[in-house]
C-alpha cells in the first residue's frame, strides 16, 4: 500500500509559476508510474503529466511545454513544475501512483487527497 499526499498548491498570480509536489510512503516497488491528474467541477479527471519510475514522462497536449514532471526517487516525490497558465488550468490536482502486477489486469493504485490550484483574478 502506498499513501501519497500533495502539497505547494494554492493561489498563484497570474504569469507567476506554481510547484507541485507529491510524498509517497509505504513501500515503493521497481516499477510503476506516478502522473498528475486534474479535475474541475461538471468534468472527468484527465491526466496532466505522468512519469515511469524509469524517468519516461508523458504530457497531455494542453499542458504540453508549460508544466514539466520530475521525480526524487531517493525521496519517493515527484513535482510537477507549471509555468504559463491558462484558463484551463486552475482545478483540483490528484497525484497518482499505480504499479502493474504480473499476470494481473489492474495492479495497485492510490491517489492522493487532493490538492486546489487557483489562479488569482
Known amino acids: 500500500q502506498v499513501q501519497l499526499v500533495e502539497s505547494g498548491g494554492g493561489l498563484v498570480q497570474p504569469g507567476e509559476p506554481l510547484r507541485l509536489s507529491c510524498a509517497a510512503s509505504?513501500?515503493?516497488?521497481?516499477?510503476?508510474?506516478m502522473g498528475w491528474y486534474r479535475q474541475t467541477p461538471g468534468k472527468q479527471r484527465e491526466l496532466v503529466a505522468s512519469i515511469t519510475s524509469g524517468g519516461s514522462t508523458n504530457y497531455a497536449d494542453s499542458v504540453k511545454g508549460r508544466f514539466t514532471i520530475s521525480r526524487d526517487n531517493g525521496k519517493n516525490t515527484i513535482y510537477l513544475q507549471m509555468d504559463n497558465f491558462k484558463p484551463d488550468d486552475p482545478a483540483v490536482y490528484y497525484c497518482n501512483y499505480y504499479r502493474p502486477i504480473w499476470n494481473r489486469a489492474r495492479g495497485d493504485d492510490s491517489w492522493g487527497p487532493g490538492i486546489q490550484v487557483t489562479v488569482s483574478s
Open positions: 509505504g513501500t515503493m516497488f521497481n516499477i510503476w508510474t
